[in-house]
Structure formats: structure tokens, C-alpha cells
């Protein structure tokens, strides 16, 4: 009872960081495309609403990133605490990517400074420019290092596990482990569209409240483009995620979408309510074929069904939940997005003409799409973590092995609530108050960017 207890007060404890770190950690990734991207239209167009959202940008940026790594640490600091089965184990494997996120961190910082502290001090703006290039590198390079450690966990390599010792370590084999290529393309593309549609509903909250300033147009017209681009490229990121899911980690694929019998021309599982002890569904939207034609391309193709596995080695079947979650909330960004630029590309050829794309109902789908694109992502996470149970190191390692055995984890968890808490209100007024304080309409009236 007492190893039960323990192992779920350490998975929410861990969790509970993860959860929290997610949400700064795919902003960080995102943002600094996003700047960069703008102060490259603003030279290119000689436009000063594109630099001042540069700018503008780049300072919500430093505070994320500063809340970032607080939150990062203490998951660093949770995997050897709370999991030190696991990093006893995997830490002499796979600490290459984990030093290697920590230069690329070093690498952005660095960058980061000199970006934020050299505006206007170059003849040619366009050498500023050039700094926000190795802070994208950094951002993506941190992102890409760490997934290949999750991805690890679900796919292991590069050693040899004899009698509980590990022998021929390849860290290089372990780092570039099977499930790396999609789930790091799967969490780029997630992270620039999750930041896109932040963005985006900040600027829809703004011209819902009828500020309609050109800055907030062009902020809306930008970041919604982006959305639709990355809106597209994270749905075939997904693709990719899920076809590899069904080779490689077909219980976790069953599991999501609740497929219980092995068999070809499979069914697509949408919502519903099911009954664990009989594993029958009531609800549900079942799409035939759709399941085998999604996972191998074909609608003949055979899926593996939770029968081929122990009952014990199944991932909890509320991941489902997660699973349609996640997928339903990306649709929904993708039709938005598409119908915002479906709309801008009508109106500026004249061909539409009494439905506006800044009217109220499109603005609120926008701003509703910020939030949703943030639960989206954490969705994700919760099936990609959950869905790996009870694995911590998939078929060498499971989770309740490698829980630390010390006392007092009730009690961690209630603090690092309160924090977290305390970090989540602090942001947020910190925020509200920097770009409440000086609104763009000022900043472009005291003509404060210079071309």
C-alpha cells in the first residue's frame, strides 16, 4: 500500500511541474520564431508596426523564459529526487542530450541579451536581425535535445541490460532512439502553433474591444497566418506521431483509441463512455475503416488490440479522453485559422464585402483558440506520458520501481501548488502590467522604433 501511495503522490508531484513548465517551455520554444519573423517583414516592408510587435514580443518573451527555467530546474531536480531508480539507470545513457539542452540554453541566453540590448545601436538593422537567428537555434535546439529524452523513455537503446547491470552504453544511439524524429516534429509544430494562437488572441482581445488600430490588424492578419501554416505542418507532425505509434508502441495507440480486439479494417473510436469490466462503450461515434487507413495507410491493414498484451502492462484507458481531446482542439485551430485567411484573402481581392473578418464572432473563435491551443498541448503531454504507464522506461523500467522511497511527498506537492500558484498570478500581473503600461498607440505616437 505504502509503494502504491508513493508512486502516485510522485507522478502528480511530477506532473504537477510538467504540467505548469509545458505551458512556458512551448513559449519559449515558439516566441522567438515569431519575433524573428516579424522584425523580418517590418525591415523588409519598412514597416513599423511589424518591428514594434518585435519588440513587444521580445518582452513578454524574457519574463516566460525566466519562469521557464525556475520550472525547469525543479524538474531536473524531481527526476533525481522523486525517480532515482530511473536516473540511476538511464542517467548513464542518456546524459548527452540532457547536457547538451543545457549549452543550447546557454547558447539562446547569450544571444537573447545581446538581441534585447542592441536595438537600434547597428547602422544596418538588418545585423540585429541576424542575432534573433541563433536564439531560434538555441530555442529549438533545447526543445529537440530534451523530447529525445522522452523519446527515449518510450523507445530505449544504445545500452545492454545484464543482470541489472548496463553494459555498451552508445549514448549517440540513445539519444537518436526511434521515436525521436516524430516526437521532436511533433512538439515543434505544436509549440510554434500554440504560440501563433496566443498571439493571435491577444491582438483578436484587443480589436473585439474595438481597438481597431492598424498595429492590431497586422498582428491578427500575421500571427493568423502563421497559425494556418503551422496549423498544417502539425497535423502531418501528428500523422507521423500516430503511423509510429502503431508500429512501435501499439498499446499505447489501442489504448487511446480504446481498441480492444486485434483485426484489420479497424474503427475509428470518438468519444463515449466505457465500461472497464466488459470493455464495451456506450456514445461513441465509431467511423469504420478509419482507424487501419490512419494508423498504416491502408483499410485492410491490420491494428494491434490491447489482447496482445498482459492486462497489467495496459495504459490507463482514460487516456482516450486525452487522445480525442487533443485531436478535436487541433481541428478546431486548423478550421479557424483557415477561415480567418479564407475571409482576408476574399475581402482584399473585393470579392466579400458585408462579412468581415474582424467581426465579433470570428474574434471570439480567436481569442477561445489561445486558451484551447495551451489545453491542447497539455493534452498531448498527459497521453504521451500517461499512455506510456506503467512504464517509466518502456520494457526495462517500470514506474513504480524507480519511485523514490522517502517521505514527506503529500506535503512537497501541497508547496509546489502554492508555488506554482504564485508563479501563475505573478506572471500574469507582471504581464498585464508591462503592456498595459505602454499600449502601442503610444509607443508608435512617441516614434519610438527607427528604421
Known sequence: MFAFDQVIAARLLTSLTLGFHIIFATMGVGIPLCISLAEFVGLWKKDVHYLLLARRWARGYVITVAVGVVTGTCIALQLVFLWPGFMQLAGKVIGLPLFLETFAF??????????????????????????????IMGAVGSACFITSVNAFMNTPQGFRLENGVIT???????????????????????????????????AAYHLYRKKQHEYYQKALGFTM??????SVLNTVMGDWSGKFLAESQPEKLAAGEWHFHTGARAKLIVGGILHEDTLETEYALGIPLLLSILAKGT??????????????LWPPLYVHYFFDLMVGLGAYLFVVSFLFVGLSFLQKRGKLTRFSRYNRPVLAAIMAGGPFAVLATECGWIFAEVGRQPWILRGVLRTGEAVTPAAYLPEMLVLFVLLYVFLAVLVTSVLVRLFRKTPPEVELEARKIIL
Open 225 to 230: 497566418l502563421l497559425a494556418l501554416v503551422f
Open 106 to 135: 546557454f547558447f539562446e541566453a547569450i544571444f537573447l541579451g545581446m538581441y534585447l540590448y542592441t536595438w537600434d545601436r547597428f547602422q544596418n538593422p538588418w545585423l540585429h536581425w541576424v542575432l534573433s537567428v541563433p536564439i
Open 299 to 312: 483499410p485492410d491493414a491490420k491494428i494491434i488490440g490491447l489482447d496482445q498484451f498482459p492486462r497489467e
Open 168 to 202: 555498451a552504453i552508445d549514448p549517440w544511439q540513445a539519444m537518436f532512439n526511434p521515436a525521436a524524429p516524430s516526437k521532436v516534429a511533433h512538439v515543434l509544430s505544436s509549440a510554434f502553433l500554440t504560440v501563433s494562437f496566443v498571439l493571435a488572441a491577444i
